[in-house]
T-cell receptor
Framework: DAGVIQSPRHEVTEMGQEVTLRCKPI?????LFWYRQTMMRGLELLIY????????DSGMPEDRFSAKMPNASFSTLKIQPSEPRDSAVYFC???????????FGSGTQLSVL | QQQVKQSPQSLIVQKGGISIINCAYE??????FPWYQQFPGKGPALLIA?????SEKKEGRFTISFNKSAKQFSLHIMDSQPGDSATYFC????????????????FGKGTKLSVKP
């Protein structure tokens, strides 16, 4: 299995631009999580899906952030418009529903100038 | 109530030594305590985990010690090796009371471990 696949690995954009991060979970996993990692705040859960349905988006910082999971094999996290304080590493993780182990992707390093 | 406090922020250990990382929590509903290991440029990966019905769990050179009354748990890395140099995160959740999901997994801020040869 290829693991959780995230793209792009690096994204550099200018303030005000739209950014879309992509994630392909491990086949068969039915829970998907989006995390943000910064030095100051560590790993923060933004949103998670069970069976493609958003369950808890209370971690999404603002309305500028949105996430979708149109099917079991694909999810997007969109930031529109982006701001410099959004600069961070964004991780996608997946697991079996009820499973204890989260499998993380390699992350997307986002820099907003 | 929901925080998991981790210390130290960074740790330098000589090869062959013991690395100890500590975590404390407040929420007594937590019933699952994993440790994740993260190498530069990679996502975190589950290393070892414990449930509060045992006080210790050992897997190879890695041991979790759990003190339920003190609401503390720690990771011990015996015979530390340069390849263990990474950032370690403790975490906690009460997944059994959360629909079986890890959606409320709370991470500590991380400890950067450097093992010197």
């Amino acid at each position: 299995d290829a693991g959780v696949i995230q793209s792009p690995r690096h994204e550099v954009t200018e303030m005000g631009q739209e950014v879309t991060l992509r994630c392909k979970p491990i086949s068969g996993h039915n829970s998907l999580f989006w995390y943000r990692q910064t030095m100051m705040r560590g790993l923060e859960l933004l949103i998670y899906f069970n069976n493609n349905v958003p369950i808890d988006d209370s971690g999404m910082p603002e309305d500028r952030f949105s996430a979708k999971m149109p099917n079991a094999s694909f999810s997007t996290l969109k930031i529109q418009p982006s701001e410099p304080r959004d600069s961070a590493v964004y991780f996608c993780a997946s697991s079996f529903l009820g499973g204890e182990k989260l499998f993380f992707g390699s992350g997307t390093q986002l820099s907003v100038l | 109530q929901q925080q998991v406090k981790q210390s130290p922020q960074s740790l330098i250990v000589q090869k062959g030594g013991i690395s100890i990382i500590n975590c404390a929590y407040e929420n007594t509903a937590f019933d699952y305590f994993p440790w994740y290991q993260q190498f530069p440029g990679k996502g975190p990966a589950l290393l070892i985990a414990i449930r509060p019905d045992v006080s210790e769990k050992k897997e190879g050179r890695f041991t979790i010690s759990f003190n339920k009354s003190a609401k503390q748990f720690s990771l011990h890395i015996m015979d530390s090796q340069p390849g263990d140099s990474a950032t370690y995160f403790c975490a906690a959740s009460d997944a059994m009371n959360y629909g079986g999901s890890q959606g409320n997994l709370i991470f500590g801020k991380g400890t950067k471990l450097s093992v010197k040869p």
